[in-house]
């Protein structure tokens, strides 16, 4: 049974950093590609970055440059660096595995079978 349980979310003031963990279990990360999602209430979730499989790190324009998607594949788990945060990246952030067929899918919410339970992130201003 495939299980992603993030942690690491809380309150903090703009321009502040958290780190989000998704700790796996019943997958091994490093056969899927990894991704961060956020969803702010009443919008969309919405891809904020990802792990492909085959390599390389993709980001959302709205986080480039603040965010870092990391993995430890010993402990298989899948990490998020969020630094500079703004108001405007408060939602509840999940993290999911999958198999998106390129990188062209990876911020894509819909090709990917497995996700987390959230871990709230709220940004003061």
């Known amino acids: 049974q495939v299980q992603l349980v993030e942690s690491g979310g809380g309150s903090v003031q703009a321009g502040g950093s958290l780190r989000l963990s998704c700790a796996a279990s019943g997958y091994t990360i490093n056969s899927a590609s990894m991704g961060w999602f956020r969803q702010a209430p009443g919008k969309e979730r919405e891809g904020v970055a990802a792990?492909?499989?085959?390599?390389?790190?993709y980001y959302a324009a709205s986080v480039k440059g603040r965010f870092t998607i990391s993995q430890d594949n010993a402990k298989n788990t899948l990490y998020l660096q969020m630094n500079s945060l703004k108001p405007e990246d408060t939602a509840m952030y999940y993290c999911?595995?999958?198999?998106?067929?390129?990188?062209?899918?990876?911020?894509?919410?819909?090709?990917?079978?497995?996700w987390g339970q959230g871990t709230q992130v709220t940004v003061s201003s």
């Open positions: 792990i492909y499989i085959r390599g390389g790190t």
């Open positions: 999911a595995a999958g198999q998106p067929v390129s990188p062209a899918y990876v911020l894509l919410p819909g090709n990917y079978p497995y």
